[in-house]
């Protein structure tokens, strides 16, 4: 489980595309690589990874074939950067909301624009995904913990507001319109609006011989 707070944007030092598995390495800070091991699991753009293989602070990864397509690590290429979180360990602080790097797909950044030193991004997303996107609720963004400004759920569109600190350890101070980011719900409003769907389904559904 992650918390959502980024700890910084690394760069993709490798990247070595085979027949349904994509290998990629990163380049962490010797700080955010202490004590990494094999099998442990960090986020990467918000996609949960496990390590495959470390030396020093270049930590490599695998990604499978669907995980490429329902997320921006399709677009890897050596130089890019990338967001990284850590997974939690118990007595860590939750600085964010519980993130566990299960992307449903991506958005699209529709606007962006400045107030002063805040940013502010509109993100489009599939209509049918807006139940779970509720003004001040939580959404994770890349990987980072970001609370909703409005929500349009008939255009299928939300913002954000950024501060200069998330702008400074994350990629969004350089998203533009029409860019990818990767977009994980709220798994508490995900649980609380499925579960009354289906009592209502349940209740209204059309009993035998009515």
Not at 142 to 149: A, E, F, H, K, Y
Not at 173 to 180: E, P, Y
Not at 191 to 195: E, H, K, L
């Given at each position: 489980m992650y918390s959502g707070i980024t700890r910084g944007v690394f760069p993709v030092v490798s990247?070595?595309?085979r027949t349904g598995v994509t290998r990629f390495t990163v380049a962490?800070?010797?700080?955010?690589?202490?004590?990494?091991?094999?099998?442990?699991?960090i986020a990467v753009d918000g996609v949960c990874l496990t390590v495959v293989a470390f030396e020093g602070p270049r930590v490599s990864f695998e990604s499978i074939a669907e995980t490429m397509a329902l997320s921006t690590l399709g677009e890897l290429h050596v130089g890019r950067g990338v967001s990284?979180?850590?997974?939690?360990?118990?007595?860590?602080?939750?600085?964010?909301?519980?993130?566990?790097?299960?992307?449903?797909?991506?958005?699209v950044v529709l606007a962006r624009g400045l107030v002063g030193e805040q940013l502010d991004l509109t993100?489009?997303?599939?209509?049918?995904?807006?139940?779970?996107?509720?003004?001040?609720?939580f959404i994770a963004l890349?990987?980072?913990?970001?609370?909703?400004?409005s929500a349009r759920a008939a255009e299928g569109s939300f913002d954000v507001h950024l501060i200069p600190e998330t702008q400074r350890l994350t990629n969004f101070?350089?998203?533009?319109?029409?860019?990818?980011l990767n977009v994980e719900f709220d798994p508490r409003t995900v649980?609380?609006?499925?579960?009354v769907e289906?009592?209502?389904?349940?209740?209204?559904?059309?009993?035998?011989?009515?």
């Open positions: 990247v070595e595309r962490l800070s010797e700080a955010l690589a202490s004590n990494v091991e094999l099998g442990a699991s990284v979180e850590r997974s939690c360990k118990l007595g860590d602080e939750l600085g964010g909301h519980d993130v566990f790097g299960h992307v449903s797909g991506t958005g993100v489009g997303v599939p209509p049918a995904w807006m139940k779970y996107i509720l003004a001040k609720g890349d990987g980072s913990s970001l609370t909703v400004g101070a350089r998203r533009q319109v029409g860019d990818r649980a609380i609006v499925d579960t289906r009592v209502m389904a349940e209740r209204f559904a059309p009993r035998a011989g009515d």
